[in-house]
């Protein structure tokens, strides 16, 4: 076992087992839900474990409170797989009124009316996703979200982040496994052809069809990070001699999100100035930017003669990493785009109404037009209703940060944590 590396949800999940009775991790498999949860309980039930399954099977029939007869803290890994094991939660919960009980994990959403109360009050949810570069050690973390958004910070530093390593961190992800492997870039592949050789689920029904479910996979990928309608997707897969209807393709996108695989931008609705028309359709984003690299077959040399390509993919990277560490301070990413085509990569929103601005850019290059985007932006807001922002900010692939004249942060990849 190799030694383990503390992920940013841990203290957050510390803090709610003060709070509430039970937890459920939710996120895509193989983003480190299990490994973590173990790290808070003293008993586990792998609902997984196919030597078990006639055993979980005649518990599920005849007598579902006997699946929480373990030692507590206890984890329910996969508790999808026999969702009855959610209400018994539940009603042991109200009788018990104790604290940090349960734990349970989940890499798919259960069928519709599986579970009879909503575990309002009783379980809480947090979404997990494959590990940010400060978790995963590549980020020294020298620049904090968080005093960002308290105007605490010593912004004049350097990382030792280069753009060939950052192609490589793009193609490897956030998947633990990679990290104690010789082949790193191979458990994003896997992952893809795992994902594509599975059953889906399609309405109340699954099916296997590898060959249409990778063309949208591959057309999600050409558009990752852009507002793209479904007719696009559905024109790009039939222009592969694959039939498909809008309700089918629809079906598959809906089944790739409740996977945790396709985790889109929501459009920010803070107040304008003035009236002014805004985008309000999401930005297609992969939980992880590893997940378009396979569906795309990308290599390192490939990417680095798509600078286009390569910078889009950036922007999804620093997007994974953003709603990671905004989770950790109650916060949440959009993006923003309006009619004059004035666009900002990402706002975050706090639970408190606090707001700041980024623009993701991968070199140096662009970095003065960012700016000026960032204040243009602000401009336009209705500061009287929404406040000052507490940071602009241009998030890069270079190796430094700093602050310039105008007052907007520069802020290396390599450099950010929550």
Not at 65 to 87: A, G, H, R, T
Not at 208 to 218: A, D, S, V
Request: with cysteine; glycine share 6%; proline share 2%.
């Amino acid at each position: 076992m190799e030694k383990y590396l503390k992920r940013i949800i841990d203290d957050i999940l510390e803090d709610k087992m003060t709070s509430i009775g039970a937890i459920l991790i939710e996120g895509c498999k193989w983003c480190g839900k299990s490994t973590t949860a173990k790290q808070h309980v003293k008993s586990i039930i792998e609902f997984q474990d196919v030597d078990k399954k006639d055993y979980f099977d005649s518990i599920n029939n005849t007598k579902p409170s006997l699946f929480l007869d373990n030692e507590k803290p206890l984890l329910i890994d996969e508790w999808q797989m026999y969702p009855v094991v959610w209400d018994a939660i539940r009603n042991d919960i109200d009788k018990s009124g104790l604290q940090g009980e349960y734990i349970l994990t989940g890499s798919n959403k259960p069928k519709k009316n599986s579970v009879m109360h909503t575990g309002t009050g009783r379980i809480a949810r947090i979404l997990m996703r494959p590990m940010s570069l400060y978790e995963s050690k590549e980020s020294d973390g020298k620049i904090s979200l968080k005093d960002l958004f308290e105007g605490n910070i010593d912004i004049n530093v350097k990382s030792d982040i280069t753009l060939d390593k950052i192609t490589n961190l793009i193609i490897r992800g956030g998947w633990p496994l990679s990290l104690y492997i010789k082949n790193q870039n191979e458990v994003a592949k896997n992952y893809f052809q795992s994902l594509i050789n599975e059953e889906v689920k399609i309405g109340d029904s699954y099916v296997y069809n590898p060959n249409r479910l990778t063309y949208i996979l591959k057309s999600l990928a050409r558009n990752i990070s852009s507002i793209t309608n479904v007719s696009t997707i559905e024109e790009d897969v039939k222009s592969n001699n694959e039939s498909i209807s809008r309700n089918t393709l629809d079906s598959y996108i809906d089944s790739l999100k409740n996977l945790y695989i396709i985790e889109n931008v929501p459009a920010w609705t803070g107040k304008m100035r003035s009236k002014i028309a805004i985008r309000s359709k999401e930005k297609i984003q992969f939980v992880d930017p590893s997940i378009a690299c396979a569906s795309l077959g990308a290599s390192e040399n490939k990417l680095k003669k798509d600078l286009n390509t390569l910078g889009l993919l950036f922007e999804s990277l620093c997007i994974r990493d953003l709603r990671i560490y905004a989770d950790a301070i109650d916060g949440k990413v959009y993006y923003y785009h309006d009619e004059t085509d004035l666009e900002i990569d990402a706002i975050i929103e706090l639970q408190n109404g606090d707001w700041g601005a980024v623009e993701i850019k991968l070199g140096s290059g662009y970095i003065k037009e960012a700016e000026e985007n960032l204040l243009k932006f602000k401009e336009k807001v209705d500061i009287d209703t929404m406040g000052e922002p507490k940071f602009l900010m241009v998030l890069t692939g270079t190796n430094y940060s700093y602050k310039t004249e105008k007052g907007v942060y520069v802020v290396s990849v390599g450099n950010l944590k929550d």
